[in-house]
């Protein structure tokens, strides 16, 4: 069956340290994968990128990177901060499946001060 | 530019009962998709209308719909609300003029609770 999974267990992770968040899935042929934030009663915000030809991005603190043979995303947050705790969803866009994205069901990330 | 508005942002009906939810997108952008989100199935797709016509569908029964204007506005109605319609409901409205849906920005949602 196709899945794309996400830690479901919260991430609580000392203020200043490197957060890393998984995105693994199966079944899916993801022409991209994409990162979003989301804060508790908002809307998810985008955030970041990677095409399947790449092995990595960066965005300031943010970093993915794709890995097509592991079938996995990792999205990491350096120097983290409190203002960095929020939900972060993966999502892919498939190529088989009429362009349609699929979203991970998030991982809650704590950034303890 | 102002972003994705959602209207109303909070929503109580009753089983039984039919609702609308509606969306502006950001100005220019003519794709316009719902999600419905819930804490158990996360992130769902319903649907997308680009330029007044759906083009993907979820998997979603027949009482989910949705229509897009010539304005790139979109409602989305659900007819005979069950128990389980209780979501918060997004939309997300992105630029793409027939490519792969990329960049996605989401409104603020709408919270529909069913008694």
New interface residues.
């Given amino acids: 069956s196709q899945k794309i999974e996400q830690n479901s267990e919260a991430l609580n992770i000392q203020e200043g340290k490197t957060a890393t968040l998984t995105c693994n899935y199966t079944n899916y042929s993801p022409a991209y994968l994409q990162w979003y934030r989301q804060d508790p009663g908002r809307g998810p915000v985008f955030l970041l990128l990677i095409r399947e030809n790449e092995k990595e991005k960066r965005k300031e603190r943010l970093k993915v990177t794709f890995d097509t043979t592991l079938k996995q995303s990792l999205f990491h947050i350096t120097a983290s901060q409190p203002a960095d705790s929020a939900t972060y969803l993966c999502a892919l866009g498939d190529r088989y499946r009429d362009d349609k994205i699929i979203f991970g069901k998030g991982t809650r990330l704590h950034i303890l001060p | 530019k102002a972003g ?1 508005t959602q209207t109303p942002r909070y929503l109580i009906k009753t089983r039984g009962q039919q609702v609308t939810l509606s969306c502006s997108p950001i100005s220019g952008h003519r794709s316009v ?1 719902w ?1 419905q989100q819930t804490p158990g ?5 319903l649907f ?1 209308y680009f330029s007044e016509t759906q083009r ?1 569908k ?1 998997n979603f029964p027949g009482r989910f719909s949705g229509r897009q204007f010539s304005n790139s506005r979109s409602e989305m109605n659900v007819s005979t609300l069950e128990l389980g319609d209780s979501a918060l409901y ?1 939309c ?1 409205s992105s630029g793409s003029s027939g490519g ?10 709408t ?1 529909l609770l069913v008694l």
């Fill in positions: 994705v998709s999600y199935q996360g992130l769902q797709f997308e993907n979820g997004l997300a792969p849906r990329e960049t996605q920005y989401f409104g603020p949602g919270r």
